[in-house]
């Protein structure tokens, strides 16, 4: 009994390596749609998306890394870190010590992405195995003095069929092959943050877009004859709230702005303070709609401490609340606020030899996809936050089983181990009993004895 918990419990099957059940260089394309938020699955036609997950696997909610911004999640999803921990802490830093400040525009110094070893980096450690991205964010900054082998530095106006172009270009015809890629798109993001989410128009226009886009990858990858062989991963940082022009947290009508740096802004505005004590207390008053925390307060579950690129202070507006200074409201959707709210989450979808068929999961974390990918990869992950274990049920070279089935199957087992040992003992007990063996007894007059 002992031996059957464990072995159901740790829901895991040695039977075959990765490398021996997918070739020996499995691959894999992780593909990243900006701004997709989950529930957009289920309010559009997304008849390409749907297909794709039909084939595959689907994961409805991925529960991303606070802050909930671009550059933070993507690095997020490639390092299995939180931001405390990978050190892209927002869409936009400062560093005290050296003065240097990063930006969407000012991305490109190593100083800002070496905390952590990004997985096209890992892959490309490996013998005989490289790696490529049409615009991955980092992906064209040397990282640990590696890029990947191929590499499209960022411009929103090549297109994603440029982008997908590439990216088969370099899957077919590199020696050494090319075992892992990254793709990214800015729709929806775009669009989500101009129109807000809730305006189903337009957005329905943009999402029909982008599943057309869907469509195109899956059909270049089928012509180039990639698609039986290849692990495709499509998913997205983040998702998308509805802001409004009445929901605005003005800091100008509470403080100076003299008296601070606005390092990072909204929904989550990083404070860099001239006296902290001064900017917390008037900040701290400021909006009921908003969250002041001193570096020290922010809560654990956000992994949000431990990095000298935190600000001191760190202001966290209510889902729909915009923090401006004295501006008009900027977009009518925005994202970064509190991961644990839904409409931050976006969805994850794969396809290909090294994931099961059909399977939806209701939710895996960010930072669990990095040990995935590494084991679809066959590479030794980094040190990380995530949890292979989490996703072992989109996998199909893993035996899958939840706590409560796993329970169940060992009470059935039980009863039915202590319904056979009741029979066996009843069964034994109700077998007539044999005499013992006697030796033959002759009548008295026959003395001989009998000759045959």
């Known amino acids: 009994m002992h031996l059957l918990l464990m072995f159901l419990f740790n829901g895991i099957v040695h039977c075959s390596s990765v490398n021996s059940a997918y070739g020996s260089a499995p691959r894999l394309l992780l593909v990243s749609f900006d701004g997709f938020r989950a529930d957009y699955l289920k309010k559009y036609e997304l008849p390409h998306l749907q297909d794709f997950i039909k084939g595959g696997v689907l994961v409805e909610q991925v529960t991303n890394a606070f802050i909930t911004k671009t550059f933070p999640n993507h690095y997020s999803m490639v390092t299995g870190l939180y931001e405390e921990s990978h050190g892209i802490v927002a869409n936009e830093m400062f560093d005290a010590a050296t003065k240097k400040s990063f930006s969407q525009f000012n991305d490109t110094d190593p100083f800002w992405w070496n905390e952590a070893i990004p997985i096209w980096v890992t892959n490309q450690l490996q013998e005989n195995k490289t790696s490529a991205s049409a615009m991955w964010p980092g992906t064209d900054v040397k990282i640990h003095n590696t890029t990947p082998h191929f590499f499209m530095r960022y411009n929103s106006s090549v297109s994603f069929m440029e982008r997908v172009e590439n990216i088969i270009t370099w899957l077919n015809n590199s020696n050494p092959p090319v075992t892992f890629a990254t793709l990214y798109w800015e729709e929806p993001d775009k669009s989500g943050h101009k129109y807000g989410p809730d305006d189903t128009k337009n957005m329905s226009k943009v999402l029909r877009q982008v599943d057309n886009l869907i469509g195109f990858l899956v059909q270049k990858l089928k012509a180039s004859k990639l698609w039986e062989g290849i692990n495709v991963i499509i998913t997205s940082d983040h998702g998308m709230a509805q802001c409004s022009q009445d929901r605005l947290i003005p800091l100008d009508k509470c403080i100076d702005r003299h008296s601070y740096r606005l390092v990072d802004r909204s929904p989550v505005a990083a404070v860099l303070p001239n006296n902290e004590t001064y900017v917390y207390n008037l900040m701290k008053n400021c909006s009921p709609h908003m969250k002041v925390y001193l570096k020290e307060e922010i809560p654990d579950r956000y992994h949000y401490h431990h990095n000298k690129r935190i600000q001191p202070i760190i202001l966290v507006a209510d889902e729909g609340w915009t923090i401006v200074q004295n501006e008009t409201l900027p977009k009518l959707g925005d994202h970064g606020y509190d991961d644990a709210l839904p409409s931050m989450h976006p969805f994850l979808a794969a396809h290909g030899p090294a994931f099961r068929k059909g399977h939806v999961q209701k939710t895996i974390c960010t930072v669990d996809i990095y040990p995935m990918m590494c084991h679809v990869l066959g590479l030794s992950p980094e040190p990380n936050n995530g949890t292979l274990s ?40 109700r077998t007539p009993s044999l005499r013992p063996f006697s030796r033959l007894q002759l009548q008295e007059e026959d003395d001989d004895p009998l000759i045959g």
């Open 390 to 429: 989490n996703a072992k049920c989109l996998l199909a070279d893993q035996w899958c089983i939840n706590a409560p089935e796993a329970i169940g199957i060992v009470i059935g087992v039980f009863m039915v181990l202590t319904t056979l040992t009741c029979l066996i003992i009843i069964m034994k007990n």
